[in-house]
DNA sequence: ATTCTTATTGAAACTAAGTGCATCTATAAA
DNA sequence: TTTATAGATGCACTTAGTTTCAATAAGAAT
């Protein structure tokens, strides 16, 4: 149960306003386990303060995303998941027939993100990605 | 200037209707360089038949993508495009700065699928990625 | 403590996409 | 050629996310 104070102190160190409506988004986002949906934020904060508004989530959601704080994914449900960076990276593979989840390490996708930079001098936002296709099961 | 053929064969082939919506759509999706968007598409068959309702598009769209002859792919305009798996495999690095968009060839990602394949038997669809990210430019 | 400035918010309208259901029609069977 | 039927369509509605704009309030300056 910590204050969520990582992402709140890179806020303020850039000159973000601390809104109670930001600081209640960012414990939804920073407790938990990750990969939470703006409507999950939602419900957590407007349970305790009715007044929010869901278009303030999806624009703090916005900003912590260009502020490289949040990473942003579709896993295939239908709606985006968003994991705080600071818990560290990883990707997943999704089943297309059957939906399963197989959680994956970053380095998969490193020699990737190598080559992009080297090649393009593209620096590749490759930090929680959801590759979908069949699993070993659904393709067998 | 050819017939949408190879899509059609294989729709009627696998004992799918072939209504002239369906037609329409396919043209529209199998003429052009590729990349077209719902709306677009939709554009493109109302203006020869202004009956047909844009969920047709989306659910036409949606059997083309689960039958792997169309590719859908979202380069970060707010709307997916989709591609005719016929016209051959590439990526993008799509900069989120300034929303300069870079061909990539397919062999990129030809490892991380071989290796997704080995090590976890999964079968990744990876024909037509976007890789977000910041261009050279844009990080110099 | 009060005032000021501008970022942030809430409300409502809007967009892209997906869904349920009654109707219609492409295709196979008679 | 006509009929039957399951698949496909149109329409209305729902959902996730975005945008506009007037009102509010965080944080700085006084």
Same mark, same amino acid.
Request: proline share 2%.
């Given at each position: 149960?910590?204050? &969520? !104070?990582?992402?709140? =102190?890179? /806020? &303020? #160190?850039?000159?973000?306003?601390?809104?109670?409506?930001?600081?209640?988004?960012? &414990?939804?986002?920073?407790? @938990? +386990? @990750?990969?939470?949906?703006? +409507?999950?934020?939602?419900?957590?904060?407007?349970?305790?303060?009715?007044?929010? =508004?869901?278009?303030?989530?999806?624009?703090?959601? #916005? /900003? $912590?995303?260009?502020? @490289?704080?949040? %990473?942003? %994914?579709?896993? !295939?449900? @239908?709606? $985006?998941?968003?994991?705080?960076?600071?818990? *560290?990276?990883?990707?997943?593979?999704?089943?297309?027939?059957?939906?399963?989840?197989?959680? /994956? *390490?970053? &380095?998969?996708?490193?020699?990737?993100?190598?080559?992009?930079?080297?090649?393009? *001098?593209?620096?590749?936002?490759?930090?929680?990605?959801?590759?979908? *296709?069949?699993?070993? =099961?659904?393709?067998?």
């Amino acid at each position: 149960m910590k204050k &969520s !104070g990582e992402i709140i =102190n890179k /806020l &303020s #160190e850039q000159g973000y306003r601390l809104t109670p409506q930001r600081m209640m988004i960012l &414990s939804a986002i920073e407790d @938990g +386990e @990750g990969h939470i949906s703006a +409507e999950e934020i939602y419900a957590q904060v407007a349970a305790k303060y009715s007044r929010v =508004n869901i278009s303030t989530v999806y624009r703090t959601l #916005e /900003l $912590l995303k260009r502020l @490289g704080l949040v %990473t942003e %994914t579709d896993l !295939g449900d @239908g709606r $985006l998941r968003y994991h705080p960076v600071g818990k *560290g990276h990883h990707h997943h593979l999704v089943c297309t027939e059957c939906g399963a989840i197989v959680d /994956l *390490g970053e &380095s998969v996708l490193s020699p990737v993100k190598d080559v992009l930079l080297r090649e393009y *001098g593209f620096i590749a936002d490759l930090r929680h990605l959801a590759i979908f *296709g069949r699993c070993a =099961n659904c393709s067998k």
